[in-house]
Structure formats: structure tokens, C-alpha cells
């Protein structure tokens, strides 16, 4: 297992005003000094590839994922492939290995006036939800030709949203689309993320562990707020936080017991000005090392 962590929490890539005022150079020294292996991509790194590579070597930093958005149940497969070859790439050429990403397209994951519970994406008719996973496929096809992984992200407010969307996904995709789990995600879809782990362990070639406060969970259902409101009122947390409800030790034993090999990535959205980006990574890291080793 290598451990790496996710910028979002320095900037939000959707709500790119929420930390503003952190660099990309900030960011990177953070990461490092936090003792992580590797890192996603954000808003803020730089696509210069000769530049970028120089930065994260200074700080022995590898890139293990950038989020891609799938457009299959609004855009045609083929303009979603030709937007995949580009983003490979450039992964490629930094040494990732890893696609992850999820279906925007339908999503109201970006909407600040929908809510997350209310507006989630749904298909329109079966054959509609046939013709996303026969292009999924397609794509995890494309990528594995380009010796590289997809991992699928679910994510609230989009058409795969609960584990049983996931768990129907895996069902009628073949092994190369692989799932990025996310503990976080799990719990705001009112999953049990011990649970969905157990049920989704075979396909997991990604991991963003995220913590829920669910203090904030029950006032995202009961004023009806949307995904980005409650990231902006602190729905997630670290790993490590006192304040988050899930149980990481038992995700661990899990990941322990199927020998997972792959990168597990800390990635807590939420607002720098209340929540300090180096602070909480250190959280993260001092329970992942303690519980992991590593």
C-alpha cells in the first residue's frame, strides 16, 4: 500500500474560492512535510509537464490520480474517449497509473441550488442505464489498452450514488473498470462503509479515505442543502478527527485481510479556513501510520 493525499483540501477543485489563498507550492510542502508518499492533482498544479515533475521531485512526491469527468449519459462515447486519450496523456508522462473519475453528466454533484438527496442523477429508462455501462466498459477497455487502470468513483448526487448502484455497475462491467472507494461518499449515501467495503473489495483499485461528521450529515437531510453547501459547512472530515463517526480500523483490518495493493488517499474536502489543511492531513497520516505501519 502507498499513502497518498488529495489537494482538495487546500483548494476545492469545485469551489476553486475556497482556499484561494493557498499555492500549489504550499500545498506540495505540506503534503511532504506530512510524511505522504504521493498525491492527486488539483485545481492549482501546474500543466507544464517538465515543471510539474520538478516540483513534485523536490518533493519526492509521485502523482497516483487525477479526477476525470465521465460524460456517457450526456455526451457521446466518442468525445469521451478522445477527452480520455488527452488526460492519459498527460498522467502518463508523470508515472500515474491510475484514471479515476465518475459520471458528472446528470449529476447535481455541482449544483450549489439542488439537493444532493432530492436532485440526485437518475436514468431516464433501462435502456438509458444499459448504455452507461456498455461505455463505461468501453472506456475501462480504452484505458487498460493504455496500460493504465480506471477507477470508477461513486459519488453523491450522481447516477451512481448508493451501494446498490455500485454493486449493479460492478455486475454489468467486466474487470477492467475497477472502483475507487470512498468511505466518505458511503456514509453521505447513507451506506454503512465497513459493509460496502466487504461487498466491493474485489473491484477496489483505488481508495479516498474520508471521514463524515454526522452532526452535519442530518442537517444536509433536514434543511435539504446541496453536495457543495455541506462540504462548505463541514460534512467531511479527516481520518484521525474526533469530530468524524467512521470506523477506519475495522476498513483496515479489511484492506490487511485482502492484501490490498494499491494507493489509499486521504481526501477530506473541506473549507482551509476552518478546517487547516496541514493539521488535518497530519491527523490522517499519524492514524494511517499507527494502524498500517507505514
Known amino acids: 500500500m502507498k499513502i497518498g493525499v488529495s489537494p482538495i483540501g487546500w483548494t476545492n477543485d469545485d469551489m476553486p474560492s475556497m482556499g484561494a489563498d493557498y499555492t500549489f507550492e504550499r500545498c506540495i510542502s505540506d503534503m511532504a512535510k506530512a510524511g505522504y508518499q504521493g498525491c492527486e492533482i488539483g485545481v492549482k498544479f501546474p500543466r507544464e509537464i517538465t515543471y510539474l515533475k520538478q516540483c513534485l521531485a523536490s518533493h519526492q512526491l509521485q502523482v497516483c490520480n487525477q479526477w476525470f469527468d465521465f460524460r456517457l449519459t450526456t455526451d457521446t462515447l466518442e468525445h469521451n474517449l478522445q477527452r480520455l486519450e488527452a488526460h492519459i496523456s498527460f498522467l502518463k508522462q508523470l508515472g500515474c497509473e491510475t484514471v479515476g473519475g465518475g459520471e458528472v453528466g446528470l449529476s447535481c454533484q455541482k449544483k450549489m441550488d439542488h439537493s444532493v438527496y432530492a436532485h440526485r442523477g437518475h436514468f431516464s429508462s433501462q435502456r438509458q ?17 493504455h496500460g493504465m487502470r480506471l477507477a470508477f468513483h461513486h459519488h453523491m448526487g450522481s447516477v451512481v450514488q448508493s451501494l446498490d448502484d455500485v454493486l449493479r455497475l460492478l455486475d454489468n462491467t467486466e474487470e477492467h473498470v475497477g472502483l475507487n472507494y470512498d468511505s466518505g461518499h458511503f456514509a453521505f449515501a447513507l451506506e454503512d462503509p465497513i459493509i460496502a467495503l466487504n461487498e466491493v473489495k474485489t473491484r477496489v483499485n483505488h481508495i479516498h479515505l474520508k471521514n463524515i461528521r454526522r452532526s452535519v450529515l442530518e442537517k444536509v437531510k433536514r434543511k ?20 468524524g463517526d467512521i470506523n477506519f480500523h475495522d476498513i483496515f483490518n479489511i484492506l490487511q485481510d485482502i492484501e490490498y495493493s494499491h494507493w489509499i488517499v486521504v481526501e477530506a474536502e473541506q473549507d482551509p479556513a476552518k478546517a487547516d489543511p496541514f493539521e488535518y492531513a497530519m491527523m490522517a497520516r499519524k492514524l494511517i501510520k499507527s494502524r498500517l505501519g507505514l
Open 224 to 243: 435539504k442543502w446541496s453536495f457543495l453547501k455541506a462540504v462548505q459547512e463541514g460534512v467531511f472530515t479527516a481520518p484521525g478527527d474526533p469530530d
Open 129 to 145: 442505464r444499459s448504455e452507461f455501462y456498455s461505455a463505461l466498459n468501453e472506456c475501462g477497455a480504452f484505458i487498460h489498452s
